[in-house]
């Protein structure tokens, strides 16, 4: 990577392919998206980590505005990484039950404010214990079941109980309740704020019975990119978990207010009547369950198949690219797309303008 890494100054053109490039215009109009939002609510942003990787690229939402300046990350590497990038606030949205990862959550939590979800009592004590043997403190979230089916509490009082015994061991900070939901297809405005509010609901439903038993709830993390303007609207969120809206993919496309910052270019190697071969596959471009992007400006240009360093598409007539042409590809699974790359090269008017590391690529173990 490093006889490969682009030059400040360097055209488009110039780039090697393929490279993971931001748009910077769009990136920041994204970013711009939130702070107007947000703006004089008590509600904000907090950033996930997963989508993103890059404490660079996370601390420009930060100074743009809207958010707590604090980030959530999907792992405890996630959230070492967003840390020693100089964000001390973190959020883990995922239990951790291994001791050796909670212990690492501990060292974490004597240089920052460190929180965690859970949804058992058993993990909520495993917690109390090591932070009590580190000399530290955790605030834990209890998750709330809401669309998902996998972790969360799935009643108010599972919420009431664990909040609880929460408060009665050491080593841990009850600070409030999150939950994480989606919508299916091509959401119109309608059917976000409906099914948004809904869900989000559900959450609220286990902060008042908290509330109701005497507890104080001083946060409710509800909310991500398709209800980035629905939880702010809804009395009782204090963040939204947001984090494809920053770079956005092909596949959230109904949300209008954002822009597709993240592409990857590509070099056309081959061209055999409607077929065209470039130089990007499934190493640099691969996503679950079969999910491909598509080639921007062209929506009638197909993946039909994806090889390990080289693709090969279709479209509907002559291929409209000859060799040696760069394309743009839009990724349909952006956090994915974020993983296979160690280094974002940032554009602006068709210049490099800075390149980012990407130091939480592979931070899932």
Known sequence: ?????????????????????????AMDHNFSVISQTYAGKVCKMRQHAKNIKSPVVMQRQIDAGGTLNGVCAAKVAEAEVMVEGGIRDVLVTS?????????????????????????????LEQISQIASDAGCEIGVLIE?????????????????????????????????????????????????????RR???ICLEVKTAI?????????VSSGETFTFDVAPEIEGVTEVEGGTYALMSVTNGYMEDFQIAAKVITTVLDVRDEYG???????????????KPSVEGHPDIEFIRMDA???????????????????FLLSAQQDILVNRWDSFVAINEGEVEAVWDIPARGCHH
């Open 95 to 123: 239990e951790v039950t291994s001791p050796d990862k909670l212990r690492r959550l501990a060292s974490l939590a004597k240089i920052a404010d460190v929180k965690l979800c859970i949804d058992n009592q058993d993990n």
């Open 144 to 196: 709330v079941d809401t669309s998902m089916g996998r972790a969360g509490v799935r009643s108010p009082a599972e919420g009431v109980a664990l909040a609880r015994r929460a408060t009665d061991l050491n080593g841990v900070k009850f600070m409030g309740v999150m939950s994480h939901q989606t919508v299916d297809g091509w959401a119109d405005r309608e059917t976000r704020f409906t099914e948004g």
């Open 277 to 291: 071969f470039i130089d990007a596959g499934v190493q640099c471009l691969g996503g679950p369950l079969g999910v």
């Open 309 to 327: 360093s080289e693709s090969c598409l279709r479209s509907k007539g002559p291929f409209p690219f000859d060799p040696g042409d760069k394309i």
């Open 199 to 201: 869900y989000i609901e």
């Open 211 to 219: 509330e109701g038993s005497g507890i104080p709830v001083e946060m």
């Open 1 to 25: 990577m490093i006889n490969t890494r682009p030059n400040i100054g360097d055209s488009v053109d110039q780039i090697p392919t393929p490279s993971l490039l931001i748009d910077i215009p």
